[in-house]
């Protein structure tokens, strides 16, 4: 049943609505105001945005960075551990031809550029996957099913054809594949649009195209001043009538004579009744480096990065140490999530007995955060509710002889847990309990929290 003529009987037809086009886009064929319904036109729309416009590259390469840098694991999520698994040899050498990083890092930048991604698996669809590879979201199509539900996918390799990838449900879950032993799949970002188009993400960029538009026009105005003796147009007139071949010699003599940089402020020799009149300019409107500033601006509010990360204004001690936590916890977790769990339904379900494994990391790894791990230490060791050896864990360092044990240096150990404690238990239990690791994980099981307070009298 067509769920969809369901949903649009005796409902009218919208009315067509002319959307209007400025003509503002870096691409040849123009963008239009709203971009184009059309994905693979909306992906190379804003992939060129990404090749011109430097302060978006600038802000898409920092936080791809930042994610492919952070080494990936497996947690067992009944045990809560990290485990080995031949996964991690896969994305260790996805293919032939890229790294684990540059395969990461190709993930993120297609997703936060278009707000898709397209992950190819070779090898028997039943098996673990031989080879892995990203595909360039603007040479993907797709074609909707009578469900609403994307029914085919193509992929356009150029002068080598193209391949297509047909919907199967395996285990209650849409699977494509093109009969040759590949798989695709398709990760993307949230979509409100109601039309055909929801089998799309919807690139965070599409919020700020206007602006993306004004950075790179400001910097063909620029540059075309530049290559016009760096001053405002302007026109030659007389009142003599001039012949084809005389405009023809005249332009020729202006390119050569006074066009380019190199012939800035060169002094202009006019004869034979010649003038020169250069158009008026507001400078206020045409304030295009402030412009800019305040564009560079909306990038990094869209991605989420925090501005003193770029800019030296305003700069601080206090803005040193919190933007890199802030640009972690605002920009690059929220991304290693969604990737991650995108790893782990893809790939997961070709591995046999690991459906309670999911592709994380660990926060121990990642040095531009350890200053909070360390802070963190330092509050739990005020409360006298870890052993050394679970406080040299938070911050990366290997367990000791001896370290198993409750000690604070400032206190007895059973007084100092007894007087936080021994009338409130369960704040002891409900306290212990708040504490999780950066990727949500518990730093302490029920059975050690049992253990702890039975430790101290609790």
Not at 18 to 32: A, F, N, Q
Not at 423 to 445: A, I, L, W
Request: hydrophobic letters at 35%; aromatic letters at 10%.
């Amino acid at each position: 049943m067509d769920w969809l003529k369901l949903l649009r009987k005796d409902k009218p037809e919208p009315e067509t609505v002319e959307r209007k086009s400025y003509g503002t886009s870096p691409y040849p064929w123009g963008g239009g105001f709203l971009g184009s319904d059309n994905s693979q036109a909306s992906s190379e729309l804003f992939i060129s945005y990404y090749k011109r416009v430097m302060p978006l590259s600038n802000a898409i390469d920092l936080i791809a960075e930042a994610f492919a840098a952070i080494p990936l694991k497996v947690l067992d999520t009944k045990t809560k551990e990290f485990v080995d698994h031949p996964v991690l040899d896969l994305l260790a050498k996805p293919n032939a031809d890229i790294t684990q990083k540059e395969f990461l890092r190709s993930f993120a930048k297609f997703f936060m550029i278009t707000g898709n991604n397209f992950q190819l698996a070779t090898g028997n669809i039943n098996r673990p996957p031989l080879e892995l590879m990203i595909l360039p979201a603007q040479s993907i199509s797709v074609s909707q099913g009578n469900d609403g539900f994307a029914d085919v996918y193509t992929y356009s390799q150029g002068v080598n054809g193209s391949a297509t990838f047909k919907r199967d449900e395996v285990d209650g879950r849409f699977r494509y594949f093109d009969g040759n032993d590949r798989e695709i799949y398709h990760s993307k970002d949230f979509n409100p649009d109601c039309s055909d188009s929801r089998l799309w993400g919807l690139s965070k960029l599409q919020s700020i195209k206007i602006e993306l538009d004004q950075y790179f026009n400001a910097s063909v105005h620029n540059d075309s001043l530049l290559l016009n003796q760096a001053r405002p147009s302007g026109a030659l007139s007389t009142d003599a009538d001039l012949s084809q071949d005389q405009i023809a010699n005249l332009r020729e003599e202006m390119d050569f004579m006074f066009s380019g940089p190199r012939n800035t402020g060169r002094p202009m020799l006019l004869d034979n009744g010649l003038a020169f009149s250069q158009f008026s300019q507001n400078m206020k409107d045409m304030d295009f480096v402030k412009m800019k500033e305040m564009v560079t601006e909306a990038i990094y509010n869209r991605l989420r990065i925090p501005l003193a990360m770029v800019q030296s204004s305003g700069l601080s001690l206090a803005n040193m140490e919190h933007s890199p936590l802030t640009f972690y916890d605002n920009a690059v977790f929220p991304l290693a999530d969604f990737i991650h769990t995108e790893l782990t339904d893809f790939l997961m379900r070709r591995y046999p007995n690991s459906e309670d494994m999911v592709i994380t990391f660990d926060p121990i790894d990642i040095s531009a955060i350890e200053t909070r791990r360390i802070k963190n230490v330092q509050i739990l060791s005020g409360l006298n509710i870890m052993t050394d050896n679970e406080k040299r864990m938070m911050i990366g360092l290997e367990a000791i002889d001896g370290g198993d044990v409750i000690s604070n240096p400032s206190a007895p150990q059973s007084e100092g847990f007894a007087n936080n404690f021994d009338d409130k238990p369960d704040d002891f239990v409900e306290s212990m309990k708040k504490q999780h690791y950066s990727d949500g994980t518990r730093v302490f099981s029920d059975d050690r929290i049992k253990e702890m307070a039975e430790k101290n009298g609790i």
